[in-house]
């Protein structure tokens, strides 16, 4: 096979979604990749004996799958920067921005009925970019002092601009085509990655090698297969993308705007469905309703809280669900019978999703997630849908027209956090319910676990004392995955911290409960390692139902 390596180099890459310019590409796309080559290609003039042939090979190969970690997005903030040229540009930016949203939808429709509509809606968007396109060039540049004036940076108002990046887990993504050319080939294509320095925005610095080899190690990465059945559409080549580029490259001249050619090809994720089936389940769900972390407007900063403050968001989540239904939630939702005694049934917990587990990990509270019982009804689900509409309209404010009222969550002297329902798969893979229920045997913690039963002394001085305790701590934590459905630990290690970088020390979730005359629990951190792949989201001790004892899988050892 042949397998074309990319190293991000400052762990980072920064690069714009073809159909949205706020949001990064994850992973990268073949058709960008080649894009990269090709200019490395030309870059230092004619290109070497056998190159140009080469890169038209891998132009006409299939598309190929993709090894790629899952990527955290950075938490961006609106920059405010000064504009083009208006004058000169004539507003050319919006009108290839509505060309390649209808291009896009074009190249992605297979409906018959669907593709007539978008093939005209393309003819459309391409008549008014190329009226923008005369006006432009016609333009003598004669105006008003005004118009002068906006010739320079200082006299023209700014814009908001975004500048979307990923983080990924590992900074090394594969792309693997089955079947691989001939050596001279292999050497020419390796010839042009070597000149390779960046890929998407000039910040994301990467090292590109090309080589053939038997097998590459996958380990805890997706791989991107095509599927036509695929839920992610990805830009790939046909096979004389390297004439297009060409051709275009002469309309252009590296100065002008462009559109950059491409098919549009479905992959899906083979990892995920390879799972085994036979994997053990906990209690809960694993499609979780997710609410991330916003502004109070638009404009505005994100409230920022670390993960130590858990069980205060989960709290305030839950009383405003509960003000929103006017405290008439089942016992699945609220946890109590209607005679106000706690339930012995499974019912909903609420979890603070935070940033943590790699290096620049600051354990902030990203978002809220509503994590269901599997036993729930259909009915009881209902209740949970319409409660959290009805607080949006009582209690919700719009900060974007587009997108659902966020939610205040008042947190005292801590100030208010708001929060809003995520539609549809989240962009930061934290939000996500797959990064916490990924099938694995070996767990961790991200918030301490409050443990059901009081060890002893874990701060002893005595060693002996101490063993002791861990070792009661260790039973405690065994028989909440019993009582979560799980199976019997292999092992259990108790720790003061989690394993996560980013996340807090277990003596900061305490006290547990915040209020009350209940008894205050000892909160540990813990690692579990299974005889089989469980598949989350583990929530263990005392606190699960509020967030605490929230486990993530890593990686097995």
């Known amino acids: 096979m042949l397998v074309l390596e990319i190293h991000f180099l400052a762990r980072r890459y920064a690069a714009t979604r073809f159909n949205d310019r706020r949001r990064a590409e994850w992973p990268p796309h073949p058709a960008r990749v080649f894009s990269a080559l090709t200019d490395a290609l030309y870059a230092e003039g004619t290109p070497q ?74 003819a459309k968007a391409k008549e008014q970019l190329l009226k923008r396109s005369a006006a432009s060039a016609a333009d003598d540049g004669k105006g008003s002092v005004k118009s002068a004036g906006e010739l320079m940076p200082e006299g023209r108002g700014k814009q908001p601009r975004t500048f979307p990046v990923v983080i990924p887990e590992s900074d090394v993504v594969h792309m693997v085509w089955a079947e691989a050319p001939s050596e001279d080939v292999v050497r020419a294509l390796d010839s042009i990655a070597s000149r390779v320095a960046r890929l998407g ?78 994997v053990v389940r906990s209690m809960f769900d694993d499609r979780f309703i997710v609410f991330e972390v916003v502004p109070e407007t638009q404009d505005g900063r994100r409230l920022l809280l670390h993960n130590s403050l858990t069980q205060h968001v989960t709290r305030a989540m839950r009383g405003l669900l509960i003000k929103a239904a006017d405290a008439k939630l089942p016992p699945s939702l609220s946890g109590h019978e209607a005679n106000g005694e706690p339930t012995t049934q499974a019912h909903m917990a609420i979890a603070a999703l935070s940033d943590v587990g790699h290096s620049y990990a600051t354990g902030t509270i990203l978002g809220v997630a509503l994590v269901l019982p599997r036993a729930i009804s259909d009915e009881d689900r209902r209740v949970l849908l ?68 009081n060890p002893g002394n874990l701060q002893s001085r ?43 020390p277990a003596r900061r979730f305490m006290p547990f409960p915040l209020e009350g005359n209940g008894l205050r629990r000892v909160c540990v951190h813990a690692e579990i390692f299974f005889d089989r792949k469980v598949h989350g989201p583990v929530l263990l001790g005392a606190g699960r139902f509020f967030g605490l004892g929230l486990f993530r899988p890593m990686g097995d050892r």
């Open 386 to 453: 319409q409660t959290i509409e009805s607080a949006e309209k009582a209690f919700g404010s719009v900060v974007d027209p587009d997108e659902p009222p966020a939610l205040p969550l008042t947190l005292g002297s801590r100030g208010v956090l708001h929060v809003r329902r995520v539609r549809g798969k989240p962009e930061r893979a934290t939000l996500r319910a797959s990064t916490w229920t990924r099938p694995a045997h070996r767990w961790a913690s991200v918030t301490a676990v409050a443990l059901d039963r």
């Open 49 to 122: 004996e056998g190159e140009r042939e080469a890169l038209r090979w891998l132009s006409a190969a299939p598309a190929p799958e993709i090894y790629a970690s899952s990527a955290e997005a950075r938490l961006q903030e609106l920059v405010y920067v000064p504009p083009n040229d208006v004058a000169v540009l004539a507003n050319i930016d919006a009108q290839i921005g509505k060309y390649e949203e209808a291009l896009a939808a074009f190249e992605s429709t297979a409906d018959p009925k669907a593709k007539k509509k978008a093939e005209k809606e393309l």
């Open 462 to 504: 005595d060693p002996d004392v101490v063993a002791r305790a861990v070792e009661a701590a260790g039973g405690t934590i065994a028989g909440a995955c019993r009582n979560a459905g799980l199976p019997e630990p292999v092992a259990v290690w108790v720790h003061r911290r989690s394993l996560f970088e980013g996340a807090a």
């Open 201 to 278: 925005h000039s910040s994301s610095f990467v090292s590109v090698r090309f080589f053939v080899a038997q097998h590459v190690e996958l380990g805890q990465r997706n791989r991107w297969v095509p599927d036509p059945d695929g839920e992610a559409t990805f830009r790939t080549t046909p096979p004389d993308q390297l004439e297009r580029l060409e051709e275009a490259y002469q309309r252009h001249r590296a100065v002008e705007q462009r559109v950059l050619p491409a098919v549009f090809t479905h992959y899906g994720n083979a990892s995920e469905r390879s799972e085994s089936s036979e």
